[in-house]
């Protein structure tokens, strides 16, 4: 496998994640050969060969294979403060996709209470709580519509009730 990674003819990078599982080896033996595995993932990774998640799921996977102090070694040898920045940056990600959904439909409810106290100057609690449980966007959409063309508040919360 080392001859055909180093001339690039080697494909099937993903079994470089289960190669440390691989073998007959136990004991003392078994923790050299998956640490050397491991050292030497770690040197395509750095090389530029795999992604750092590759070789982040291979460590993952020996953590039973290898001792504390081992994969501590292995661990920093790794930098993987890179795989924390990766995650940080993912989850900053999602956190911002999550908030501008959220905020959306914030901005949903509001707009519907705030075309009923336009329109008829009052809304009842009911209402407000009812509004600002619904959690679909195209539900408080209909809803903001309704809230335009409704001839009184006892029509809107009529349509409220089909609603929810």
């Known amino acids: 496998m080392r001859y055909a990674?180093?001339?690039?003819?080697?494909?099937?990078?993903?079994?470089?994640?289960?190669?440390?599982?691989?073998?007959?080896?136990?004991?003392?033996a078994r923790?050299?050969?998956v640490e050397e595995v491991l050292?030497?993932?770690?040197?395509l990774y750095h090389a530029g060969k795999i992604p750092v998640r590759l070789l982040v799921t291979a460590l993952i996977l020996s953590n039973?294979?290898?001792?504390?102090?081992?994969?501590?070694?292995?661990?920093?040898?790794?930098?993987?403060?890179?795989?924390?920045?990766?995650?940080?940056?993912?989850?900053?990600?999602?956190?911002?996709?999550?908030?501008?959904?959220?905020?959306?439909?914030?901005?949903?409810r509001e707009m519907v209470l705030e075309t009923l106290i336009q329109r008829f100057n009052i809304v009842s609690t009911y209402i407000s709580e009812q509004v600002r449980k619904?959690?679909?966007q195209d539900i408080l959409k209909g809803l903001h519509r309704q809230a335009v063309i409704c001839q009184d508040l006892h029509k809107f919360e009529s349509v409220l009730k089909q609603v929810i």
């Open 5 to 28: 990674i180093s001339f690039i003819t080697f494909e099937n990078w993903l079994e470089l994640v289960f190669l440390p599982l691989c073998g007959k080896e136990t004991g003392e």
């Open 31 to 33: 923790s050299a050969m």
């Open 39 to 43: 050292r030497f993932e770690s040197k």
């Open 64 to 108: 039973k294979l290898i001792s504390k102090e081992q994969l501590k070694d292995l661990w920093e040898e790794i930098k993987m403060l890179d795989i924390f920045d990766i995650a940080i940056e993912e989850g900053i990600q999602k956190g911002k996709t999550l908030g501008i959904k959220e905020g959306g439909m914030e901005t949903a």
């Open 134 to 136: 619904i959690q679909n």
